[in-house]
C-alpha cells in the first residue's frame, strides 16, 4: 500500500472553529481600513457572480468526478491492462499542461463563453481523479481479489465490494486535489469569457479598485476552503474504519 | 467425496509448453482430511485452485459429490466450497461480522441470519461475538486474523474446505494451537478438507492421508503411518526425514500397544501413561527413567496394562495400516 499512502495528503481540513476566527479576523480587517464599504458596494454582483461560479465548479467538477471515476475503473480492468500504463503516461503527460493553457486551448477549439471554460476546468479535474482511481485500485492487494474469487464473487461484486471500498480513500485523495485545481482555476475562465467572480478579480486589479478585487477574491477563497473542508469531510466518514488511515491513527 | 481423475495443467510459457500438474488421480471420502505435501513448485497449490476452477484443468476432471465440477458455473461452485489461504485475505475494508458473512450475502441470506451465523462461528473459535463482530481486521492479532479467515470459510456450511498453507504466516506456537484447535473442531463438523503444506509435521498432524507430489506428480497417496513406514521411493524418504520412526510415535496411541491387566513387575507409583496419549510420551519415560516398561492408569487412576519395548517395536514394525480414530 506505499504506493497508495505515496498519493494521499495528510492534511486534513480546518475545524470549523478556526475558519470561524479566521472569518472574524478578515471581517473586522476590512471594517477598521474601511475596504468593508468598498466590498459591500459590490455586493449585488457578488451574488450574481457567485451564483455563476458555483454553476462553473459545480458542473464542471461533477462531471469530472463521475466520468473520472467511471475512466479510471475502466483502465483498471483486466481486459485493458495492454492499454492502461499507456493511457495513464498520457494523462500525466496531460497534467503537466498548465491549466491556463488548457482554457486557452480550449477558447481556440470552442471560442468564448462558459462552454469552453467548463470542458477546460472538466478536463484539469478529471486526470487527477483518473490517476487516482486507477492507481488505486491496482494498488488492492491481489491476494484480497484471490480470496473474493475463491469465495465465489463475480467480477461485478468484486469491484463494487472488494477493489473500490479498498482504492476509496485514494480515489478521495484524487478528487481533493482535482477539486483544488478546480476551483482555483474558475477565476480564470472569466479571460474566455466565462464569467463567474474572476471578473470582479481581473477587472478590479485592472482598475487598481482594491474594494472590488476583493469582492471577487474573498468569496473566491471561502469558496476553496470549504470544498476542501467538505470533501475532507466526506472522506473521513465515508471511507470506512478499516482501510482509512484518518480513522485508525 | 471428493475424486480427481487424471487431471493435468499444462502452461504455455515462453521456454514451450509447462507441466504443472501431470495426470493427478486420488480420491478423498467425506469427512477426511487430505494433505498436499511437497517442495514449492511441485504442483500442490495449482491442484488446489483447479478444485475450485481458479485454475482451469487442461484435461481431468474432478468429481465432489458426484458431480463433475465441469458441469457447474465457476461461481456457483466456488460458493459451496470454504477457501482459505495463507495471506488469510480478510477483507480491510469490512468488519469481521461482514467478512464472515461475505459467502451467505452472495447466498442472499438476510441481514440477521448472517449476523446469528457470524456469531456462532465466533463462539466456536472461542472469540466473544460481542467484542469481535464489529472490530476491522486491522484490530486483530495475526491468530485471530486467521481464525476468522476459517470461520470466514465455514460461514455457509460447506461441506468441502480448500486451505492453502492456511497457519504458513504464524509463528510455531501460534501455528501449534490453531492446528490442534482445528482438529478439535474437525473432529465434530467432518469437512472433506483439502490442506496443501510443505511442512511434514503439520501433514502427519493433520492428515488422514497424504498426497506427496514431486515435479507435477503424485509420488504417494496414504495415510500418514504408512508413509512414515513405507515411503514409495528415495524422494517421499528424504522430504519425510530420517526421523520418520521418531514422527510416527505421535500418530500411535497408548491403547494400541497396551497390553491389559496390571502386572506386578510394575510399580504402580512409577511412571506412568495415559491410553489416550501417544507414544512420544512413552518413549519420553522410557529414556528419561532408563526403564522398558509403564504402566497404564486411566483417569480415575486405575491401573489398566502396561506398555513395554517389545510392544512398541512390534507395533512400528506394522505397516502402519492403522487409520487414525
Request: with cysteine; hydrophobic share 50%.
Amino acid at each position: 500500500m506505499t504506493r497508495a499512502a505515496a498519493l494521499a495528503p495528510r492534511h486534513s481540513a480546518l475545524p470549523p472553529l478556526v475558519l470561524a476566527a479566521i472569518a472574524v479576523a478578515i471581517g473586522w480587517g476590512l471594517y477598521a481600513s474601511g475596504l468593508g464599504a468598498d466590498v459591500l458596494r459590490y455586493q449585488k454582483d457578488i451574488v450574481y457572480l457567485v451564483k455563476q461560479h458555483l454553476m462553473l465548479v459545480g458542473v464542471s467538477g461533477s462531471l469530472a468526478i463521475v466520468s473520472g471515476v467511471a475512466l479510471g475503473i475502466g483502465l483498471s480492468r483486466p481486459s485493458m491492462a495492454r492499454y492502461a500504463e499507456g493511457a495513464i503516461q498520457a494523462v500525466n503527460m496531460a497534467t503537466s499542461i498548465p491549466t491556463l493553457g488548457k482554457l486557452a486551448l480550449m477558447m481556440s477549439l470552442l471560442g468564448i463563453g462558459a462552454l469552453p471554460a467548463i470542458v477546460g476546468l472538466w478536463i484539469a479535474t478529471l486526470l487527477p481523479i483518473i490517476r487516482n482511481t486507477y492507481e488505486g485500485i491496482r494498488a488492492v492487494p491481489e491476494h484480497l481479489i484471490d480470496a473474493a474469487r475463491g469465495m465465489g464473487m463475480g467480477p461485478r461484486a468484486i469491484l463494487a465490494r472488494v477493489e473500490l471500498p479498498n482504492a476509496l480513500f485514494v480515489i478521495f485523495a484524487g478528487v481533493r486535489t482535482a477539486m483544488a485545481v478546480n476551483v482555483g482555476t474558475a477565476p480564470i475562465a472569466f479571460l474566455i469569457g466565462g464569467g463567474g467572480l474572476g471578473e470582479l478579480i481581473f477587472t478590479g486589479i485592472d482598475l487598481q479598485e482594491h474594494g472590488m478585487m476583493l469582492a471577487g477574491a474573498i468569496p473566491t477563497a471561502l469558496l476553496a476552503v470549504a470544498v476542501d473542508f467538505l470533501f475532507g469531510q466526506a472522506q473521513y466518514w465515508l471511507v470506512p474504519r478499516g482501510v482509512n488511515p484518518l480513522r485508525n491513527s | 467425496m471428493i475424486r480427481l481423475e487424471a487431471l493435468t495443467k499444462v502452461y504455455e510459457t515462453a521456454q514451450g509448453p509447462h507441466t504443472a500438474v501431470d495426470h493427478v488421480s486420488f480420491e478423498v471420502a467425506d469427512g477426511e482430511t487430505c494433505v498436499l505435501l511437497g517442495p514449492s513448485g511441485c504442483g500442490k497449490t495449482t491442484t488446489l485452485r483447479m478444485i475450485n476452477r481458479l485454475v482451469a484443468p487442461t484435461s481431468g476432471k474432478i468429481v465432489i459429490g458426484g458431480r463433475d465440477t465441469d458441469s457447474v458455473d465457476p461461481v456457483e461452485l466456488r460458493r459451496t466450497i470454504g477457501y482459505v489461504i495463507q495471506q488469510i485475505g480478510l477483507f480491510p475494508n469490512m468488519t469481521v461480522g461482514e467478512n464472515i458473512g461475505v459467502v451467505p450475502r452472495l447466498l442472499g441470506w438476510d441481514v440477521a441470519r448472517r449476523r446469528r451465523r457470524a456469531e456462532e462461528l465466533l463462539a466456536m473459535l472461542a472469540l466473544e461475538p460481542a467484542n469481535f463482530l464489529d472490530r476491522y481486521p486491522n484490530e486483530l492479532s495475526g491468530g485471530q486474523a486467521q481464525r476468522i479467515g476459517v470461520a470466514r470459510a465455514l460461514a455457509a456450511d460447506p461441506p468441502v474446505l480448500l486451505m492453502d498453507e492456511p497457519f504458513g504466516a504464524l509463528d510455531p506456537v501460534n501455528r501449534e494451537v490453531i492446528q490442534t484447535e482445528f482438529l478439535r473442531m474437525q473432529r465434530t463438523l467432518r469437512k472433506t478438507v483439502l490442506f496443501v503444506s510443505h511442512d511434514i509435521d503439520e501433514a502427519v498432524k493433520m492428515a488422514d492421508r497424504i498426497a506427496i507430489f514431486r515435479a507435477g506428480r503424485l509420488v504417494q497417496f496414504a495415510a500418514p503411518d504408512t508413509m512414515l513406514a513405507h515411503p514409495a521411493d528415495d524422494f517421499v524418504a528424504s522430504f519425510v526425514g530420517s526421523d520418520r520412526t521418531l514422527k510416527r510415535l505421535r500418530l500411535i496411541r497408548v491403547l494400541e500397544v497396551m497390553v491389559a491387566g496390571a502386572v506386578d513387575r510394575v510399580a504402580a507409583n512409577g511412571p506412568a501413561v495415559k491410553p489416550d496419549e501417544d507414544l512420544r510420551r512413552v518413549a519420553t519415560l522410557f529414556l528419561e527413567h532408563g526403564v522398558g516398561e509403564l504402566a497404564c492408569v486411566s483417569d480415575d487412576g486405575r491401573v489398566v496394562g502396561h506398555v513395554t519395548r517389545e510392544a512398541v517395536a512390534a507395533r512400528l514394525a506394522q505397516d502402519g495400516a492403522g487409520d487414525r480414530g
